[in-house]
């Protein structure tokens, strides 16, 4: 047995844990923790990145919880279900036990999908396509060997925005990658991306991200997701998937298609974190990460720069 197939679900610490089997194409891996929504179906704040959480109170009781963390939430369950070799597919099933086949666009789509490993590389943002039965289809982003979280960010029709997550296992020869060191500088296929904000745990911070490409800067960034960027942070040991708002976007007046493109993110501890950054440019999406430090006063951002392309693939193109 290989390492990666002996790793496990682990206790989340919430509710009641229960396994679940299941085979995703060639992805078979140990049981999925499976939460059970043991909890009020009350608002919890769980906003999707970027997501205003509109009428519903962010500040509930279960309001500090970061998304991503739950398989299963205010009724919603998120099933990975079998497909064919190289897709990816899932659906998500309602609280009539249902799957659900409407859905909200939000960033110009109606589903987001995530995915990285536990590692925290390996990072893709693809955009399945809903079958009528519910079920969504995606050329799959899980491509190397060892354990993955897989987000589906979405707003189901008359629904709130959930962020909910899965393990999935790609049985094979595990190796590990260690994080980056924090760095202010990251650079992905010609561009460099210059990171700038200082985090801290608990609060609200501005994070101002600078693209630039052979030294000049970048002003003609295309809209990607009704922003001129798009960001994923994920937290490391448990992959918390945080609360990432684009301030400003295309057409509103307030900001600018580039050099520059900020975020308001709610970092909910301190600890290490990895920021995914997807930009468009000459009709192409690139991703460009770095690894933060919050609350750490001794982990100020070097200037050294990081590869952030880990794919493996000459910008992972999508629209
Ligand atoms: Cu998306």
Redesign the pocket.
């Known amino acids: 047995m290989n390492t990666a197939t002996k790793l496990t679900g682990f206790a989340l610490g919430l509710a009641a844990v229960f396994g679940a089997a299941y085979g995703v194409g060639q992805v078979t891996g140990p049981a999925a923790p499976v939460v059970a929504d043991g909890h009020d179906a009350g608002p919890h704040g769980t906003a999707a990145p970027g997501q205003e959480t509109g009428g519903h109170d962010a500040s509930g009781a279960a309001g500090h919880l970061p998304g991503g963390l739950l398989v299963s939430d205010r009724g919603y369950t998120l099933v990975p279900v079998a497909a064919p070799e190289g897709e990816f597919a899932f659906r998500v099933s309602g609280p009539d036990g249902k799957p659900v086949t409407r859905y909200e666009v939000t ?3 109606p ?4 995915v990285a490993r536990r590692d925290l590389s390996g990072f893709q ?3 399945p396509e809903l079958a009528a039965d519910g079920t969504w289809r995606v050329a799959s982003p899980v491509n190397s060997p060892g354990v993955w979280r897989a987000f589906a ?1 979405f707003t189901p029709t008359g629904g709130e925005p959930l962020t909910l997550g899965v393990d999935v296992t790609v049985p094979g020869e595990l190796t590990e990658r260690p994080l980056s060191a924090p760095a202010s500088s990251s650079t992905v296929h010609g561009y460099t991306v210059d990171f700038h904000g200082t985090p801290q745990p608990g609060g609200n911070t501005t994070l101002t991200f600078t693209v630039s490409r052979d030294g000049v800067p970048v002003r003609d960034l295309e809209p990607y ?1 009704g922003a001129y960027g ?1 960001l994923v942070a994920l937290r490391q040991g448990d992959l918390a998937y945080l609360h990432v708002h684009p301030e400003g976007g295309p057409g509103d007046g307030s900001t600018a298609p580039g050099p520059q493109v900020r975020f308001a993110a709610e970092f909910p501890s301190a600890g290490a974190y990895r920021l995914y950054l997807d930009f468009r440019h000459d009709g192409v999406v690139r991703t460009a990460e770095f690894t933060v430090h919050v609350g750490d006063p001794g982990a100020i951002p070097s200037p050294e720069g990081v590869i952030a392309d880990e794919h493996g693939t000459p910008g992972h193109e999508h629209n």
């Open positions: 960033h110009d789509k589903m987001h999908l995530i943002h693809v955009h960010d997701l798009h």
